[in-house]
């Protein structure tokens, strides 16, 4: 299948539909669509584009959407899949908003929010998984995570953790390409 300007916006308005739950469970998604069914990408250019986008300021789907589609189809597909991964969600809240103060009383709509929660721990799991089998490879790396986890719970700064681990992760790529 050829990537367009069209299959890009297609692909992205869909996932922007689906997308429950945030830039989290955008990971089982873009394994489904992009690596599985299309095979467009490999599944680690799909994680490594997940930590960019968490690493850099705004939502992470939509900086997500902007990677993918540049690495696709450069500007275009950039363009392309902020504008599909954007607009399904953008329409679906306008609806909603119309429609809020009507429904929120209704029983089968807190049945519909909790089915949806629960199928959002799932996807976060599932991004969780992939996550750790590229990511924690080594005894170092399981060390790093479970002093990261315990300095998070210790409410350490997030910040301070991240520009740590990037500078720690700077540090043994470079020593590692050295030896090399």
């Known amino acids: 299948m050829k990537i367009t300007f069209f299959s890009i916006f297609n692909l992205f308005f869909k996932i922007g539909a689906y997308l429950l739950g945030g830039g989290y469970v955008i990971i089982p998604i873009m394994q489904d669509e992009i690596v599985e069914k299309r095979k467009w990408l490999k599944s680690d250019e ?21 990677l993918v589609g540049y690495r696709l189809l450069k500007f275009k597909g950039a363009l392309a899949s902020v504008v599909g991964m954007a607009l399904s969600p953008f329409v679906a809240i306008i609806i909603v908003a119309n429609m809020l103060n009507q429904i929120l009383h209704i029983p089968f709509i807190d049945g519909i929010f909790w089915g949806v929660n629960i199928s959002v721990i799932v996807l976060i799991y599932l991004a969780v998984k992939e996550m750790w089998q590229k990511s924690i490879v080594d005894k170092f790396s399981s060390f790093w995570f479970l002093l990261i986890l315990i300095l998070s719970v210790l409410k350490i700064s997030p910040i301070t953790l991240i520009l740590v681990s990037i500078a720690l992760g700077t540090i043994f790529f470079l020593k590692d390409r050295k030896n090399a």
């Open 46 to 66: 799909i994680c490594d584009y997940y930590c960019v986008s968490q690493c850099l300021p705004g939502i992470i789907a939509i900086n997500m959407s902007i």
